[in-house]
């Protein structure tokens, strides 16, 4: 079975330009979460989806970032305009049933010159 | 306010030893789930083992073991006969309510290295 799809793996970009991270999760799977993993704040749940629906957006940083699930089997995290304290590794993962754990991505490492 | 706390940024255990990574978790809901998972150098996220507030017994995988403590409000993972391969981050995540939707959030992590 394909896990969870992050696309692009590895992403370099200068400042002010617009980033798009991508995320296909499991099929069947109806819970999308999006997190950052950076050296000073650890894993940082930024956004959550259930049934495409956006659940607790409260970790978004600020109005730069945004995040879509148009359909349930496509997410997409955006940034713009990006900075450097952006650069992080940004992780994708998807859930099904309660007691089921998540199901990560490998995950696309962010630089931002 | 940290709902997850990790105390060991880093530990250290001798290969075929067994090792405990801590885990204490804050939360007013009586029904959750608690969560290993453990991150090699390459990146990844691998789940190791999962642990229900209603479980009745220790929740156990292989060499993995929960040693689940829920008036001290703790939740530790056992490794037993380390391996070298075992060497990674190692996080405890904590989903709390008891529907399909709910948040999952994640400690701090603890670093293992295992010393051949």
């Known amino acids: 079975d394909a896990g969870v799809i992050q696309s692009p793996r590895h992403e370099v970009t200068e400042m002010g330009q617009e980033v798009t991270l991508r995320c296909k999760p499991i099929?069947?799977?109806?819970?999308l979460f999006w997190y950052r993993q950076t050296m000073m704040r650890g894993l940082e749940l930024l956004i959550y989806?259930?049934?495409?629906?956006?659940?607790?957006d409260s970790g978004m940083p600020e109005d730069r970032f945004s995040a879509k699930m148009p359909n349930a089997s496509f997410s997409t995290l955006k940034i713009q305009p990006s900075e450097p304290r952006d650069s992080a590794v940004y992780f994708c993962?998807?859930?099904?049933?309660?007691?089921?754990?998540?199901?990560f991505g490998d995950g696309t490492r962010l630089s931002i010159l | 306010a940290q709902k997850i706390t990790q105390t060991q940024p880093g530990m250290f255990v001798q290969e075929k030893e067994a090792v405990t990574l801590d885990c204490t978790y804050d939360?007013?809901?009586?029904?959750?789930?608690l969560f290993w998972y453990k991150q090699p150098s390459s990146g990844e996220m691998i789940f190791l083992i999962y642990?229900?507030?209603?479980?009745?017994q220790n929740a156990t995988e292989g060499r993995y073991s929960l040693n689940f403590q829920k008036a001290r409000k703790s939740a530790n993972l056992v490794i037993s006969a380390s391996q070298l391969g075992d060497s990674a981050m190692y996080f405890c995540?904590?989903?709390?309510?008891?529907?399909?939707?709910?948040?999952?959030?994640f400690g701090p992590g603890t670093s293992l290295s295992v010393i051949p």
């Open positions: 993962a998807s859930k099904g049933q309660v007691n089921q754990p998540q199901h």
């Open positions: 099929s069947g799977h109806n819970s």
């Open positions: 989806f259930n049934n495409n629906v956006p659940i607790d």
């Open positions: 939360t007013s809901d009586p029904s959750y789930g």
């Open positions: 642990q229900g507030s209603y479980d009745q």
């Open positions: 995540a904590m989903r709390e309510g008891g529907t399909s939707y709910d948040k999952v959030i």
